[in-house]
């Protein structure tokens, strides 16, 4: 099944999608993210799905504001992909190659959950960036509560996936990851999720003999393709991800675990790396990203001006005296 998050004539409402994309509401159902909970797993929302099938039809989906599908407690964003670690390395790092670190586990980083956009929202320009990049991901959906999962239990607990545009301000990110903690304020504007919630069990034809899904993923800027991949060049699957987030932690319903960026043009940092020039350049106002990944759907977005920066002093350097 398809669920799709919406809002129509001053309405918040949930509703299973058709392949015509005929709307069919939920009654009384305003959160997908709370049915998840409510549901506990994939077989609980596939049931509250099933009961909108006896319901009169709503509008169609180009008739509606189509929202965010989740409205997540948690964003744990992967870095999956070797030919975007590559690229991106050089690009923001001045290095080359991948470290030998990142073969040792699925690394990933908290994203900003109150940040997140619509299939269709613009986005702001991240305020004091002049470098912005589209990212272009899939992210899967926990469905239930679990911890310290083996890969085979996870398999149980992902309910979903949805289409994931994680959008990057290189030039912050490029500065903050000097003082060795990571991506900060160069993440923290705005993260794209839609233009569904398509659930497991419609996915899983695509699946390859080593357990990752083999979905087209496509990249267009102002409708010029730009990159391209397969979501099976992962090096661990959903499931390996979702066992190492519950490491010794609980993942919970809702939590929203992004793939990483795709290789071949997921980003434009990862072909400013490989040319040695920004080209395509960085994204600005008036620019629309589309991404699409096959069985899931597309995600378009126009980038807006943003804020500009609140003026903050630099840090002051203190002395050493001691009590």
């Known amino acids: 099944m398809r669920f799709a998050a919406y809002e129509h004539q001053h309405r918040r409402r949930v509703a299973v999608v058709e392949e015509d994309g005929t709307l069919l509401p939920l009654p009384g159902v305003t959160s997908l993210t709370a049915l998840i909970r409510e549901t506990d797993g994939l077989p609980g929302l596939l049931a509250a799905g099933a009961a909108a099938l006896d319901v009169p039809p709503g509008p169609h989906v180009s008739q509606v504001r189509l929202l965010a599908p989740l409205e997540p407690t948690s964003v744990r964003d992967f870095v999956t992909f070797e030919e975007h670690v590559e690229g991106v390395r050089r690009s923001v790092e001045g290095t080359g190659g991948v470290p030998e670190q990142w073969y040792a586990a699925p690394t990933f980083y908290f994203t900003n959950p109150h940040a997140i956009h619509g299939p269709h929202d613009d986005i702001p320009m991240p305020p004091g960036s002049a470098v912005l990049d589209f990212e272009l991901e899939v992210a899967a959906v926990v469905g239930r509560e679990g911890r310290d999962l083996t890969p085979e239990q996870a398999r149980d607990h992902i309910v979903g996936y949805t289409v994931f545009n994680d959008w990057s301000a290189r030039d912050l990110q490029s500065a903050e990851m000097k003082v060795g903690l990571g991506p900060c304020k160069g993440k923290d504007t705005a993260t794209t999720l839609g233009p569904y919630l398509v659930t497991a069990d419609e996915l899983a034809s695509h699946r390859d003999g080593d357990g990752f899904l083999r979905l087209a993923l496509t990249a267009a800027v102002n409708g010029e393709k730009v990159g391209e991949d397969l979501l099976s060049h992962m090096s661990w699957t959903f499931e390996e991800m979702t ?24 980003c434009l940092a990862e072909l400013w790396g490989r040319r040695g020039e920004r080209t395509p350049p960085p994204l600005k106002p008036g620019d629309t990203v589309t991404l699409t990944v096959e069985g899931i759907g597309t995600v378009s977005s126009t980038v807006v001006p943003g804020a500009a920066p609140v003026p903050l002093p630099a840090g002051r350097r203190r002395g050493r005296e001691r009590p």
């Open 243 to 266: 066992a190492y987030a519950s490491r010794g932690t609980r993942v919970v319903p809702g939590d929203v675990l992004g793939s990483g960026t795709c290789g071949n043009g997921g």
